[in-house]
Nanobody, 117 residues
Framework: QVQLVESGGGLVQAGGSLRLSCAAS????????MRWYRQGPGKQRELVAT???????YYVDSVKGRFTISRDNAKNTVFLQMNSLKSEDTAVYYC???????????WGQGTQVTVSS
């Protein structure tokens, strides 16, 4: 069992930046994907960014060029650097760890990001 704890959320003005962290209680090196999701008010949970064990990254179109996902396996931590924030980025951001075998899927409790216009 791995626990994920997000931090770094808060209130920021449009155009500002935040850096989210996801600290794992155990090693993250074996997880195929480390991901950030978000759920805005009245919206479904949305996949925002993915980083693989090889370091490949993927982003939803709406954040490309503004958000950067990274991982530090030595510190068992995943980051999401968010720049040029917009009001539509307001959401609870969740960290997720997924491993194909043996089918492990862990979630953090979420951290609130609020962008004021």
């Amino acid at each position: 069992q791995v626990q994920l704890v997000e931090s770094g959320g808060g209130l920021v003005q449009a155009g500002g930046s935040l850096r989210l962290s996801c600290a794992a209680s155990g090693s993250i090196s074996a997880f195929n994907y480390m991901r950030w999701y978000r759920q805005g008010p009245g919206k479904q949970r949305e996949l925002v960014a993915t980083i693989t064990t090889a370091g490949s990254t993927y982003y939803v179109d709406s954040v490309k060029g503004r958000f950067t996902i990274s991982r530090d396996n030595a510190k068992n931590t995943v980051f999401l650097q968010m720049n040029s924030l917009k009001s539509e980025d307001t959401a609870v951001y969740y960290c997720n760890a997924y491993q194909h075998w043996p089918g492990l899927n862990y979630w953090g409790q979420g951290t609130q990001v609020t962008v004021s216009s």
